[in-house]
Structure formats: structure tokens, C-alpha cells
């Protein structure tokens, strides 16, 4: 059966669909409006949940912090030196961070010590006062009163006075040295300190606060915060022109006359004598160190240079204390030459 479609009627059924779809425009308005009220209260609400949280962030480091306070017996000066410490902090809020965290800690004083006048005693005794003192031997130094119990240092000054000792532990005022000689600083004086880690040859300045000779002999050195980097090797070395006999080690050869070129704690670089010796070859070496006492030590040849007339060695197995009378005497040479001139 065939379907009959009124034209007229057809017509009138879309324009009502349309008219249907067709708004005034304060209707427009008033969606548009509603859209935006809702879009602002979402912005509202996000903005006061973010302030709730972080209120509450806040509450929490303040507990952190007066908890982690409670434990410590801290004087006035030195709660004034964590404030001033705290304005580096980039949340000053979490300045809890300070009495917990050590490298949070190193990272404020570091920028407080290069913008501003502060005392250097002052803020490592906070730190001792705060735990911060010994740290992993192999990272860097922040200050003396990070340097590990046992580290070996050599004490230099201007008059030509030396001394040689282990560290023996801090104080809030002080870093206590155990001298492996007599006493020969006096009071008062300026010195420079040199150590090393493996990170490699470190020094500091200072000024000997006391000497002790009983019950223990002790020098009482100022803290430094100001530690600076000599060298990177793993042992002190230093050019200098100093005779020393040569030959095989193990063999009874007549010892050959030669010079070391440089010096350290590891190793050496020496003239060739008559170019005898290559690389491999395991030396036996006659020198004295200070100008008086005799050592004998053994090292293996690297590599030569220069043609083979440089031959650049390693030495053996050493102790610690006949390293220290190496690296000791080319401090000795040093300041001895100061001196004179």
C-alpha cells in the first residue's frame, strides 16, 4: 500500500522540531553564566582543599620540628644561627630539615658563609651540637668538624714551626689533634692544615687555641668551615730536586746515583741512571726524605718517558707513618724555603 505524505503537515512537524532547538538570548546568558559559576566553584574548592593540605603540611613540620628540638639543648645564640639558616631553606617552613638532615644543613651554611659575616666556630660547634661530625670518609668535607677520627694532618705555620698527628676528635670550640711528636706550636699562632681522603689532598687555615701535654699531649685547633681542595690525586706530590740511589730490588748491585723530579705519597718520577732501567721492573730506592733520615723502600716502574730517561714509579706497600715522613718532608722543604727567602 502505497504512503501518502502531506506536504503541508510535514512542513509544520520540523519547524516545531527547530523552534525547539531555538533559545533567547538571556537564555544563553544565563547557561553561560551558570557554566562559569560552576567552573568557579570547582576553582574555589581545588584552591581551599590545596590550602587544607597545606596547613596541614605545615602543623606537621612544625611537630617535626619541635619534636626533633626537644632532644637537644641548644642555647639562644644558637637558635638564632638556625633561624638565619632557615632563610635559605627554599620552604623556610621546613626547617626541621636542619636538625635532621645533613646535607641540608651543609647546603645552608655554605650559602650563610658566602653572604654572610658569621663565626665560623660558631657554626660547627651547632653542628657537633646537631650530630653533624663524622661523615663517610670518601665524600668532601664541609668543615673540620666533619673530619673522621684517626685522619691523619699535618700543622704548618709562617715561623717554620710543623707538627704531625691523627685527629682525635672535636669539640663544639675546638678539633682536638693527638700530636705523633712533641709539641713544638705555641698559642696563639696561625696555621695551615693540610689532610687527605680519597677524594684527594684537602686544606684548611686556623690558629692553635691550646697545647696539652698531659693527660694526653693534645693540640687544640679552631673549627674551619672553609675547606679547599689542594690536590686531586690520592696522595700529596710535589716537584722538587732531591738525590737517591737506585738499583734492582732483591739484587746486591752497586746502588746508581740518581734524582727524583717529584715526590708524593704514591709514587715519583726520577732521572734514569744511564737510562738501566724499563718499565716492569720492581726498584729498590735509597733516599732521605728530611735531609737526615734514611729510608729504603721499594716501587715498580710504570712507565719511562723522555726517551726512557724519566722513569715514573709506584711504590710498594708502605705504612701509614712512612708516608706521613714523606709527605711531611716535602711540606718541611717548602716552608723551609720560604723561610729563607
Same mark, same amino acid.
Given at each position: ?139 668532601? !668535607? @664541609?668543615? %673540620?668538624?666533619? /673530619?673522621?677520627?684517626?685522619?691523619? &694532618?699535618?700543622?704548618? *705555620? #709562617?715561623? $717554620? =714551626? ?126 732521605? !726524605? @728530611?735531609? %737526615?733520615?734514611? /729510608?729504603?723502600?721499594?716501587?715498580? &716502574?710504570?712507565?719511562? *718517558? #723522555?726517551? $726512557? =730517561? ?32
Amino acid at each position: 500500500m502505497p504512503i501518502i505524505l502531506d506536504k503541508q503537515k510535514l512542513e509544520d512537524f520540523l519547524d516545531d522540531i527547530s523552534r525547539g532547538f531555538q533559545q533567547s538570548l538571556l537564555q544563553i546568558l544565563l547557561a553561560l553564566a551558570l557554566l562559569l559559576l560552576f567552573i568557579g566553584f570547582l576553582i574555589f574548592m581545588y584552591k581551599l582543599q590545596k590550602k587544607r593540605l597545606r596547613d596541614t603540611r605545615n602543623r606537621r613540620y612544625v611537630e617535626l620540628y619541635e619534636a626533633a628540638m626537644a632532644k637537644l639543648n641548644l642555647n639562644p645564640s644558637e637558635l638564632h644561627l638556625l633561624e638565619r639558616l632557615s632563610r635559605y631553606l627554599k620552604t623556610p617552613e621546613r626547617k626541621y630539615l636542619l636538625l635532621v638532615n645533613h646535607s641540608t644543613f651543609n647546603a645552608c651554611a655554605s650559602r650563610l658563609c658566602r653572604e654572610e659575616d658569621v663565626r665560623e666556630v660558631s657554626l660547627s660547634a651547632l653542628r657537633i651540637n646537631l650530630g653533624f661530625s663524622e661523615q663517610h670518609p670518601e665524600r668532601i !668535607p @664541609s668543615s %673540620t668538624a666533619e /673530619l673522621p677520627h684517626g685522619l691523619p &694532618v699535618l700543622i704548618t *705555620s #709562617r715561623i $717554620g =714551626k710543623r707538627a704531625t698527628g691523627r685527629v682525635a676528635g672535636s669539640q663544639p670550640q675546638s678539633l682536638i689533634i693527638s700530636p705523633t711528636e712533641p709539641i713544638k706550636l705555641p698559642c696563639g699562632i696561625p696555621v695551615r692544615v693540610y689532610f687527605q681522603n680519597r677524594s684527594g689532598i684537602f686544606s684548611f687555615t686556623s690558629h692553635v687555641q691550646d697545647t696539652l701535654e698531659k693527660p694526653e699531649p693534645a693540640i687544640h685547633l679552631a673549627h674551619s668551615e672553609t675547606i679547599r681542595r689542594t690536590q686531586r690525586r690520592a696522595y700529596y706530590r710535589k716537584k722538587l730536586s732531591l738525590p737517591i740511589f737506585v738499583r734492582p730490588a732483591g739484587s746486591e748491585e752497586k746502588p746508581l746515583l740518581s734524582a727524583f723530579l717529584d715526590l708524593g705519597g704514591g709514587g715519583a718520577s726520577l732521572r734514569n741512571p744511564q737510562n738501566r732501567f724499563k718499565a716492569g721492573m720492581d726498584l729498590e730506592l735509597t733516599f732521605h !726524605p @728530611s735531609g %737526615t733520615d734514611r /729510608l729504603s723502600l721499594t716501587a715498580k &716502574v710504570i712507565r719511562a *718517558s #723522555r726517551g $726512557g =730517561k724519566v722513569l715514573h714509579v709506584r711504590f710498594g706497600t708502605i705504612t701509614n707513618s712512612v708516608r706521613d715522613r714523606i709527605i711531611g718532608s716535602l711540606f718541611l722543604k717548602a716552608r723551609t724555603r720560604k723561610v729563607k727567602g
